[in-house]
């Protein structure tokens, strides 16, 4: 008999669930018939904490990056370099084969059409990954039942319909309900709520977050909607062309952004408070060709507080924060780096 | 949250299937060539095979002949509607049998390189080129000429030059689906290529896979009478289509409606399995969706 359930904690409340040390992903290009055309830098060298029991997001404009963060943790594409640590584990290592670390991490998709086999019944399809797993057909489907009960749809109505019978709302709780199926630890939501409209989005998030405390959970929530993340995360990471701009509290960051990207991203949302619209955007022009980014921060072609320090070296991550509530909280900026030599820095203390 | 729902009426997979009148005719042509050919031995008058050199070349009921034998007689005397009857046997087994070999060739080739691509692709892609090259005739009759023409070989052989089409449908169809989001969660999910394939891309490629097939069915019946008119067929005293126009060509010019029986009920057959597979591709095609 076999059980699929949700494995043994092993590393203890304070080990990170996943670490990812110097991830990058090249996507070659091909160029005429000889010698390669350089490479699309998605991922470039990121490094990233996911604790347990937290909800992480991700932000960033499109093409930045987290999409393909989210497949690169998801296993589907092999990194060009890096490392991914799950639960203390080296994944790929013996003790952690990648089929078993697949099995505890699970991703839901925002075109909630588009992942679901049309030609499988809902049942099916949400029993589709324990029988991958070797769960008998029974015990599968019976789990799948269990499941849309648990995300609020009755099986006795559901179980036999299809897809294109379903709503976006309908079919996105589908898709939670298989990405649960396997009893994972880790759950990645790219863009869950973007296709959905604001009424059903609202009653998704909030399944979500008691899912969440049901199975025990930890989520990499990706999105570009910062309304929506500063509703459901605890941390927030933001992404500027395949790096890591800045990376804190949810809080500490909508308070207070220490990187010039990220007060941009925050000024573009719109105010529910006609008078206080702006009228200049507060960024302008495109991210630079990810095939060839910029010398130094990679920021400085759009930034406002750009100077020569900018485009001669590119700054790390920092911390920034000085309050018990910005704990964590670090951002690369060279005028947030004491003695970088920009002009908005302290001067280093002597 | 609960909600009240009336409960679900049954799935329909096609709902406008039977409004289609193409499919009508289609799909009531084949069926009545198909009892014909199960149901041979009951309906017929005579026997195929019996001749009567009294009686040869009597003229079929519509010319002035006689209501014994409705459709006439052959040079040999032999019943012509009988004969044609059991010619359906020949031609419909030579369609499916050929056809369902071809399509195990063509899919599983078009899978391969719709799934893996790149140099898997390559290597199909030259084997259907290869294929293309090959003149389907000639290549028939020289393999027929050599190894024989019996119904088995002749299915193995129009197998091995009708599987292209298939080939290039279906690897066309996989590379669109492998890069919906639901191949990409299967595979987060675990499951193997091979589970993949059979079970989240074969489904979705299965529609587009009935079209071509009664296209191709069409077409394999069109070469075993062609086969059989150049005496490549199958072995007389057999009855088929082909044979029969064959074996007619002699008296064309004094009794030309031996020949017409035949080819009419040829095109009837070939032209009701290509309006089958036409509303077929109707019926899929106006979702949106690859079926």
Known sequence: MLHIDQPEDRGGPAQPLVIARGLAKYFPLKRGLFGSGGAVKAVDGLDLEIKKGETLAIVGESGCGKSTVSRLLMGLIPPTAGEVLFDGELVGSAALPAKEYLRQVQMVFQD???????????????????????????????????????????????????????????????????????????????????????????????????????????????????????????????????????????ESIFAAPGHPYTRGLLASRLSMDPTKRRKTPPLTGDPPNPVNPPPGCRFNTRCPIAEPVCSNSQPNLAAIGHTIHALGHEAACWALVPGSGHSLATRKVA | MTLVLPPTAPVRRWPRLPRQSGFIFGAGVLVFFVLCALLAPVISPYSPYDQSLDGRLMRPVFMGGEWSHILGTDTLGRDYLSRLIYGTRVSLLIGFGTVAVSCLIGTTLGLLAGYYRGRVDLVVGFIINVRLSLPIILVAISVVGIVGNTLPIIILVLSGLLWDRFAVVIRALTMQIREREFVLSARAAGAGDLRIVVCEILPNVAGGLVVVATLEIAHAILLEAALSFLGLGVQPPTASWGQMIAEAKDVVFFESWLINIPGLTLLVLVLGINVLGDALRNMVAPSGRPL
């Open chain 1, 112 to 250: 909630s059409y588009a992942s679901l086999n049309p030609r499988l019944s809902i049942e099916e399809s949400i029993a589709f990954p324990p029988m991958v797993h070797g769960l008998g057909r029974t015990e599968a489907v019976e789990r799948a039942h269990d499941l849309l009960d648990a995300v609020g749809l009755a099986p006795g109505l559901f179980a036999g319909r299809y897809p294109h019978e379903l709503s976006g709302g309908q079919r996105q709780r589908i898709n939670i309900a298989r990405a649960l199926a396997l009893r994972p630890r880790l759950i990645i939501l790219d863009e869950p709520v973007s296709a959905l409209d604001k009424s059903v989005e609202a009653q998704v998030l909030n399944l979500l977050m008691d899912l969440k405390e049901q199975f025990g959970l930890t989520y990499l929530f990706i999105s570009h909607d910062l309304n929506v993340v500063h509703h459901v995360a605890d941390r927030v990471l933001v992404m500027y062309l395949g790096r890591a701009a800045e990376i804190g509290p949810v």
